[in-house]
């Protein structure tokens, strides 16, 4: 913290990192927050005919120590998982796996009704040392998953969570045991509207507002 006192500005994740920093004697005034990563994505394809029935989308590292809670999931929905680290031989009969993309590559390759933010060995809560940074953090793969136009799930006690639910654009659980009927309850109507609200703030992040918006703040 010692570098960020010395610093003329401080973009921080979020409000609620924001406040951490404060805590530890960073000065508010020269704090923005950032509200969420921008994610640009070369020759853009729009997603069309998604439904709220479509798989439960992961990507990214699917490693024990981060993601062990694929291994403990409950039967529904379905997962499709794209990324690395992954144990084939440990697969749930839910879950389809895709192997890893390039960067540029995954946007297009992504199929599914929602993109799941979560962290941990457990499906209950986030649980463990990444569990517990998702307090706090925006993920790259929540700008990642919006940016390529799918709804969020994201855990309740997530810092994301405030986002996700202010502007609309998914749903927030307490445990991925809570999720199918959270999207049972969800009119298609509802979902179709996840959607619009996706595709809007997708726009944004494709375009780098969120960056250039928390730079021009500073600047000030």
Known sequence: SSLLKVADGVIAHNPIMKSVLVDKGIVADKIVSLSIFDYLIPNFQEKIGLSKNQPIIVA???????????????????????????????????ETYFGSFLPDELPVALEGGFGLVWDGDSAETCSGVFGEYLRYNNSHKA???LASG???????????????????????????????????????E??????????YIGKKIRDGFFLTNALNKLSK
């Not at 409950?74 to 697969?91: I, Q």
């Not at 307490?174 to 049972?184: M, N, Q």
């Open 60 to 94: 990214g590292n699917l490693a024990q120590e981060k993601a062990g809670y694929l291994y403990a999931l409950p039967e529904e929905p379905a997962y499709n998982l794209y990324g690395v680290g992954f144990d084939e031989s440990r697969a749930l009969e839910n």
């Open 150 to 188: 799918f709804p969020l799930v994201v855990w309740k006690q997530s810092a994301l969570s405030r986002f996700v639910l202010e502007n609309g654009c998914g749903i927030a659980v307490e445990s991925l045991h809570d999720l199918k009927a959270t999207i049972d309850y969800l009119s298609d």
């Open 143 to 145: 700008s990642l998953y």
């Open 190 to 199: 509802d979902y179709q509207d996840l959607v619009e609200k996706t595709k």
